[in-house]
């Protein structure tokens, strides 16, 4: 286990060290301009000139990749033009909209996309794994078909229109729940909760209908492998076998879509977040890419390639968990 997670470790580190390089090339060499991105449509040359040497644009581009790289390993001093401010490790530099550092930008939108993550993560695991265990009890029944209908159904429909139905039937018709709202759960876990069940249920109803997609036919190729057969010879239940022997088998393609999804959602609940109003990383980034806040994009980038790296590295270690067949190597 030691080894592998050692060689795990390597492997993120370089990816990540990887993705700093493709993500400097593209939003700080590529643009041309940054200094004039930086200082706005109306600044002139010599506020441009002004903002070329606080960001060492001069500099050649080794060096201020280096630089980037180090402040995000060891921290560094940016120049604010009204002195220096230090900007402790992970630095990924300063808003050009906000002046304020990245790194604390992110921070404060991290609890909302993570409570909004990790409530309909539970929900989607729940719902779309029973589901296609279910469908796999009751195969070659209406009940499949059904189920079956249902979950193409929940696969083709967009989040925003789910989500725009159930605001209109609960919050507005029926009247059952407040308008959706994001409530630190530090200050009311109950409003916290209340605030964000219409986005747990619009995201659980989108993601539940492939994860119940592929859990049928995961558990269906387990069911025809050579193993299964033996335990049903020898008198096993069938529940038994689907319950802790199929499905069980059946998790490790599961455990891989979980990985990817919760990773890349970190960054990408982008429809859910603008939708029911959500201060969270998603609804952020679509700002900075309006107003072409550069290092506000590279930094939640970088953070959402963070989560990704670490979803499939967690995702690696269960899948000895659920099938013993795995070695991890």
């Keep these: 286990m030691t080894g592998f997670l050692l060689r795990r470790l390597g492997g993120a580190v370089f990816v990540l060290v990887s993705l700093t390089v493709i993500l400097y090339a593209v939003f700080y060499v590529a643009p041309g301009d940054v200094a004039q991105i930086a200082c706005g449509p109306r600044c002139s040359p010599a506020q441009v000139a002004q903002v070329t040497d606080q ?10 990749y280096w630089h980037f790289l ?6 560094r001093d940016l120049s604010t033009g009204t002195g220096v401010e230090h900007c402790s490790a992970p630095c990924l530099g300063v808003s050009y909209q906000s002046d304020q550092q990245v790194t604390l930008l992110i921070l404060a939108k991290l609890p909302a996309t993570g409570s909004l993550v990790v409530g309909a993560f539970a929900a989607w695991i729940l719902l779309g794994v029973g589901t296609g265990v279910l469908s796999v009890l009751r195969r070659g029944r209406i009940t499949e078909r059904v189920l079956t209908w249902l979950t193409l159904a929940g696969t083709a429909t967009p989040v925003f229109v ?18 959706p709202t994001y409530v ?7 409003q916290w909760a209340w605030g964000l069940l219409l986005p747990w249920v619009s995201l659980a109803l989108i993601e539940s209908a492939k994860y119940a997609r592929l859990t049928r036919s995961s558990m269906l190729e387990t069911l025809a492998e050579d193993h299964v057969r033996t335990f049903r010879a020898y008198g096993v ?3 038994a076998v689907i319950g802790r022997h199929a499905l069980r088998g059946a998790l490790a393609p599961v455990i891989a879509l979980s990985a990817l999804d919760v990773g890349s959602m970190f960054g990408g609940a982008v429809l859910t977040e603008s939708l029911f109003g ?6 952020e980034l679509v700002h900075a890419v309006k107003v072409v806040d550069l290092p506000v994009v590279v930094g939640m980038v970088l953070v959402t390639g963070f989560f990704v790296v670490l979803a499939n590295a967690a995702a690696d270690m269960l899948y000895a968990l659920a099938d013993r067949r795995v070695v991890l190597t």
């Design 184 to 190: 630190p759960f530090t200050e009311d876990p109950e």
């Design 55 to 64: 960001l060492r644009l001069d500099d050649p581009v080794y060096t201020q």
């Design 70 to 75: 180090q402040g995000i390993v060891a921290g």
């Design 278 to 283: 959500i201060p969270g990383i998603g609804r």
């Design 162 to 179: 789910i989500g725009l139905l159930l605001i209109i039937i609960f919050c507005s018709t029926l009247q059952w729940l407040p308008s």
């Design 237 to 239: 239940g069938e529940r």
